[in-house]
């Protein structure tokens, strides 16, 4: 199955999660291994962007929404073809981007609980996806200067506003530190995408529900059909 990596994100310790899209079945999905997330050191030479074959093994995998992308792929899990050009990227988003966040997660999911949005466990209709936006900025939180957090704010073309949105790329500190800023739709041809996901089901402690938290995977700026940001 032909895929792009549309997704590299953070975990704990050395695992990454991964989201991928098939141009064949047209849909995102997280790739697995028996279930569980990959090493980074299972996935070297595969970058965000690059066009792979997976795999799928035909295991099947106890889900329940928003996580309903989980497939569990065989080896050779990643099998590099090549990387994704400026066109194919930007016919790519423009294909698939929804304008209401709210919308692409399925209509009335999407809640706020304090400074923090996500969704319900086994509400919504998905866990991955793709949001157009005119403006976002990304910020540091230096309140632990040895763990940083990143965070963004967008306005999607809904002309809804969202803060504090956990920002998971998969990227050293200092390519953060470089990403830092504000980014705003200027021209006719500009267009700004964000990769959105969400977390697990959790609880800070303070809400009073678990929640599977809203977060951006990463993003991607075109002038004139051209990225500009990587």
Not at 19 to 40: A, M, Q, T, V, W
Not at 187 to 212: K, T, V
Request: with cysteine.
């Amino acid at each position: 199955m032909r895929c792009i990596v549309t997704g590299i994100t953070e975990m704990s310790g050395t695992k990454v999660c991964m989201s991928l899209y098939s141009l064949e079945d047209k849909r995102y999905f997280r790739p697995l291994k028996n279930g569980y997330n990959f090493d980074i050191s299972e996935i070297l030479g595969i970058d965000l962007y690059s066009l792979v074959d997976v795999n799928p093994s035909g295991d099947e995998l106890l889900m329940e929404y928003p996580h309903c992308e989980d497939l569990n792929i065989e080896s050779p899990y990643f099998t590099f073809i090549r990387e994704y050009t400026d066109k194919e990227l930007y016919d790519f988003f423009t294909d698939t981007a929804y304008v209401d966040t709210k919308e692409m997660f399925g209509e009335g999911s999407l809640i706020k609980q304090g400074r923090t949005w996500g969704i319900l466990s086994n509400t919504g209709k998905r866990s991955l996806g793709t949001v157009e936006v005119d403006y976002f900025e990304i910020t540091k939180d230096t309140f632990n200067p040895e763990k940083p957090s990143y965070r963004v704010s967008f306005r999607d073309l809904s002309g809804e506003l969202y803060s504090n949105i956990k920002f998971v790329i998969k990227a050293l500190p200092s390519k953060k530190d470089e990403m830092l800023g504000e980014y705003e739709k200027e021209y006719e041809d500009d267009r700004l995408f964000l990769r959105l996901s969400l977390a697990r089901e959790w609880n800070n402690g303070q809400w009073e529900d678990d929640m599977c938290v809203l977060q951006v995977s990463n993003f991607a700026c075109f002038e004139n059909k051209e990225l500009v940001n990587l």
